[in-house]
């Protein structure tokens, strides 16, 4: 089986640094991958790790750790608009290949 | 422009009666997703298709049903059986490739009065 959990809600500072982390059980791993969500739409991809260590893309950089059963998602120079909700997931391969999300964390940039 | 598209954007049904929800993609996917999410939660995987003509059960099939006869379209019927359908149904689709994400429609979201 699988299990994913993040948590649910986070709080930082416009301008700030932001650490979301992301711990995993599965068997067949294939990938994790981050996507943002803002409310009431479809979510959109920003990471993806399938090796251990730091991917860097811009503002955002994702690590992973698969001995750990870990990542993080940091988000740098926060912004406004960057409250949405962050989604980690898994893909396991077996037999094909699905991809199952954790629950998601809320994060609330103030100013 | 390619992209993955999910109608009716709002969708109102009575309870009992079965309603198809629709996804199509121009992107020429061989994968696809369907997910339910629901207030404050993740998204719950309900069926997924490797291939044309073959798709297999997600975690939460119960109560619905899928098919796969174009490569385009995967359309999800929320039949009676399912208890609770009133959610925000996801529809995703992935290309070839082991670091693949994929792509989403912008969701349905129905309501069962």
């Known amino acids: 089986g699988q299990n994913i959990d993040q948590p649910t809600e986070m709080t930082a500072t416009e301008g700030a640094i932001v650490q979301i982390n992301c711990t995993y059980q599965?068997?067949?791993?294939?990938?994790l991958f981050w996507y943002q969500q803002h409310a009431g739409e479809a979510p959109t991809f920003l990471s993806y790790n399938v090796l251990d260590g730091l991917e860097e893309k811009g503002r955002f950089s994702s690590f992973l750790s698969r001995s750990k059963g870990y990542s993080y998602l940091l988000l740098k120079e926060l912004q406004m608009k960057d409250s949405a909700s962050y989604l980690c997931?898994?893909?396991?391969?077996?037999?094909?290949?699905?991809?199952?999300f954790g629950a998601g964390t809320r994060l609330f940039v103030k100013a | 422009d390619g992209g993955i598209t999910q109608s009716p954007k709002y969708l109102f049904r009575k309870e009992g009666q079965n309603v198809t929800l629709s996804c199509e993609q121009n992107?020429?996917?061989?994968?696809m997703y369907w997910y339910r999410q629901d207030p404050g939660q993740g998204l719950r995987l309900i069926y997924y298709s490797q291939i044309v003509n073959d798709f297999q059960k997600g975690d939460i099939a119960e109560g619905y049903s899928v098919s796969r006869e174009k490569k385009e379209s995967f359309p999800l019927t929320v039949t009676s059986a399912q208890k609770n359908p009133t959610a925000f149904y996801l529809c995703a689709s992935r290309g070839g490739g082991q670091n693949t994400e994929a792509f989403f429609g912008q969701g349905t979201r129905l309501t069962v009065v």
């Open positions: 992107l020429n996917h061989d994968a």
């Open positions: 599965t068997s067949g791993f294939n990938g």
């Open positions: 997931a898994v893909r396991e391969q077996t037999g094909g290949f699905k991809t199952i």
